[in-house]
């Protein structure tokens, strides 16, 4: 009988990394139950380009850690019931992943909110995040330069703990750049599921929402239509039993859709309030 020897750790985090710089989508039924190194194994000769050392060496030279299933700072709420999930996020600044998202809530929406939605997004953020109030929460959002997620991280990381997570280091752009220095400086984190420098494409999006969806205890959905990354973190949410919580707006407006679809089918809790939101965290 043949005793397989188990990959080293070395061996598992070059090819979790090599995985990150591939348009692969690592949440496919078929990709479910695959190791990292055997995975990666089949795929190496199609990517030859992937260069795992190269990759870890300059993400490193450039503030980026690589944080894989095992890791001390990778999230208990990331393996506990998972089934995909990412193979690893590429981390910047020097909080704690594991920490901040222990308590910890995701507050998303609409790229073009109005100026309700990015009140509201604001407002919560606001309320929930100062250090100084008693057991404050981190907000995470999706890394955009506007709307519902951007207002919730500017207003986290004004006063608290923020955590931005990207699709791509593309985004690391322009107005961006300033928002996300100020989170690093203050103790939060920019986490993105792809190696810095992988080129754009479709799936990363898909794998940003999601990863939204089950790296926080719960999401907020603020101004949405029943489509795209905001909806897909709120329905992530839900099938991995995160708390959902949605954001009551007017019935005339088309953004208001999201959110009361989710109220509606009973998928989502009413929030009118950072305290409604705090109430729902400490159910999980």
Do not use: K
């Not at 990759?55 to 990331?78: H, I, K, N, S, Y």
């Not at 594991?98 to 604001?122: E, H, K, M």
């Not at 519902?148 to 991280?153: Q, T």
């Not at 792809?194 to 907020?220: F, I, K, N, Q």
Request: glycine letters at 10%; proline letters at 7%.
């Amino acid at each position: 009988m043949t005793i397989e020897t188990p990959p080293s750790a070395d061996a598992r985090r070059d090819a979790a990394a090599a995985l990150t710089a591939v348009p692969v989508d690592l949440w496919a039924e078929d990709l479910r139950w695959r190791h990292p190194v055997d995975l990666w194994a089949d795929l190496a000769p199609i990517y030859p380009q992937v260069d795992s050392r190269r990759l870890l060496e300059d993400g490193a030279d450039d503030g980026w850690r690589f944080l894989l299933p095992g890791d001390p700072q990778w999230p208990a709420v990331l393996t506990c019931d998972l089934r995909p999930g990412p193979v690893g996020l590429w981390v910047h600044g020097f909080g704690d992943l594991a920490v901040l998202a222990d308590r910890s809530v995701t507050i998303t929406g609409s790229r073009t909110s109005t100026g309700y939605g990015t009140q509201v997004a604001a407002d919560l953020a606001a309320a929930l995040a100062p250090r100084w109030v008693d057991r404050p929460v981190t907000v995470a959002a999706a890394g955009t330069g506007d709307g519902v997620d951007a207002a919730a991280l500017r207003a986290a990381a004004a006063t608290g703990t923020a955590i931005a997570v990207l699709a791509t280091t593309s985004e690391l752009t322009g107005e961006n750049e300033d928002l996300f220095e100020e989170i690093t400086t203050r103790g939060g984190l920019v986490v993105c599921v792809t190696a810095p420098g992988t080129a754009r494409h479709g799936v990363h999006a898909l794998a940003r929402a999601r990863t939204l969806a089950v790296l926080t205890r719960g999401t907020v959905l603020v101004e949405s239509p029943p489509h795209g990354g905001a909806w897909e973190t709120a329905c992530t949410a839900w099938r991995y039993r995160r708390r959902v919580m949605a954001v009551p707006g007017p019935i005339t407006a088309a953004l208001s859709e999201g959110p009361h679809r989710l109220l509606a089918e009973g998928t989502a809790r009413m929030v009118t309030g950072p305290d409604d939101i705090r109430t729902h965290l400490d159910r999980t």
